[in-house]
C-alpha cells in the first residue's frame, strides 16, 4: 500500500491511493497558482492508521477569514486523516501571507503541518483568498494558492482549501468539494412526506427539490454533469424516470413504461440510464440510450435482477439478482452477455455500488439479523464488512472512491445518513442531521487544480 506523505513526521494511513475523478469545471471559482507541482515523498505503508496527522490551521485574516478556518478545520476532522489543534494552544498568533511560521513554536505545540491564510476584497466585489501550508520541522513551505470567488462563496472556497490540503498530504484527490442528494423525510409513519433535497457534503445549505407531492425514490447524479440528476417518482397511478437540471430547475420524464420502474442509474460518460421494469411478476434490467431513447432489455431471468450500476469505464454493470433462490450480486457486460455471480459469502446482497476507481463494488448485506455496508474486488474477492447495525443500505462513493455514504436507522428510531471510510475506522453520522435516506454522492464540482502552487520559491520544500 501506497501513499505520499509529505512530511517526515506524518502519520501513516491505509489504503492505496486512487486514481483522480474530475468533474466538469465549474465557472463559480477561479483558481489561480504560480507554480507546477514538485514530485511527493513516496513512502510505503505497511500497517494502518497510528494516529491523525496533527495540523493548526490558524484563523484567517480578512472578511469570513475565521469562518473559513473553522470550515476547513471542520472538513479535515471528520476525514479521519487529521487531527486539528486547539487554537487556544497556539504559540504564534496573528500570521499573514507576508510572512512564514515561526517554526519552533508551531513544532513545540506538535503541529504537523500549519496552514494559515486571508481574505482581500477586489475591486470588483470578488474576493482573493490565499493560504499557505507549512512543514515546521523541515521548515519549508508545502502549498501556496490562491482562489477568486465572490465573498457569499466562502463556504464553497473552505471546501476547495480542504481539497487542496487533502491532496498535498495525503497525495490522494479530495471530496470536500461536493455535494449529496438524497430523499428526505417527515411526518408520521401513517403520513410520511418525502422530497428529493440536496445539501453540500458536510451538511449545509439544504434545498428541496420536489414538493413533496410523490413518493421519491433511488436518486443519483450524472459524473458526467454535476447538475444533472435521476430519480424515480411515484405518484397515485404511475411511476417516472425523471432527469432534473440542478441549474436550470427543469425536470422531464424519460416516458412512460409497460410497468413500475425502479433504481436508475446514469453511465459514467451520461449517455446511457441502467433501470429495471417490473413486467408481469418479473424484474429485468434494462438500458436507455438518453440521446436516442431507445430501450435495450439485458436480462431476462425469472425472479428479480434490479439495482444496475455501471463499471467507471462503461463496459460492465453489477446488479442484484435471486435468480439461485436468494439475493446475490452479478456482473455482465455493458449488452447483458457474461452474465457471472460474483459475491460468496452468506446472507442477502442488494444496492451494489461501482467505485469511481473502479476496482471495488460496495453493497448492503442482510446476515445474522443485522444489515451491514461491505466492499468486495469486482471479481467478487476480498470481501470486508465496514459497518453494520440495526438497520442500513443504499452505498454511495464519494467522488475519491474513499468514503461511502449510506442510510442506518436504530431499532425505533429515525434514519439518517451516514458515512464510513474505506477501513471501517471512521464511522459517523454525516452533517445534515435531519431525517433522509437513499443518500447519492456528486463528483467534485470542479476539476481538481492542475497543479498545487509548490516547488517555487526559497522556502518550498525539497522534492
Known sequence: MRLHLLLASAAAVVMAAPAMVQAPASAQTQPQATAAAAPMQDVVVDEGVLRPLQIAVAPFTGPNGPQISSVVSGNLKRSGFFDPLDPRSFIETGLTLANAPNFPQWTTIGAQAVLYGGVTPRADG???????????????????YQFTATSEQWRRIAHKISDVVYQRLTGEAGFFDSRVLFVSESGTQLNKLSRLTIVDQDGYNPVFLTQGDEVIMSPRFSFSNPDEVTYVALGKDYSRIYLYNLSTGRRESLGEFDGQVLA???????????????????TDVYVMNLRTRQLSRLTSDPGIDTSPS????????????????????????????????ISRGGGLYTAPAWSPRGDLIAFTKQSGGRFHIGVMKSDGTGERILSSSYFEEGPSWAPNGRYIAFARQSPGGDTRLWTVDLSGRVVSQAGYQERGSDPAWSGLLDAPPAN???????DSCPA
Do not use: E, H, W
Open 310 to 341: 455501471f463499471s467507471p469505464d462503461g463496459n460492465q454493470i453489477v446488479f442484484t439478482s435471486d435468480r439461485s433462490g436468494t439475493a446475490r450480486l452479478y456482473t455482465m457486460r455493458a449488452d447483458g452477455s457474461g452474465q457471472r455471480p
Open 264 to 282: 436508475p442509474r446514469f453511465s459514467n460518460d451520461g449517455s446511457k440510464m441502467a433501470f429495471s421494469i417490473i413486467r408481469g411478476g418479473n
Open 452 to 458: 498545487l502552487g509548490v516547488g517555487q520559491g526559497p
Open 126 to 144: 470578488r474576493v482573493d483568498v490565499g493560504f499557505r501550508l507549512y512543514d515546521p520541522y523541515r521548515q519549508c513551505q508545502l502549498v501556496s
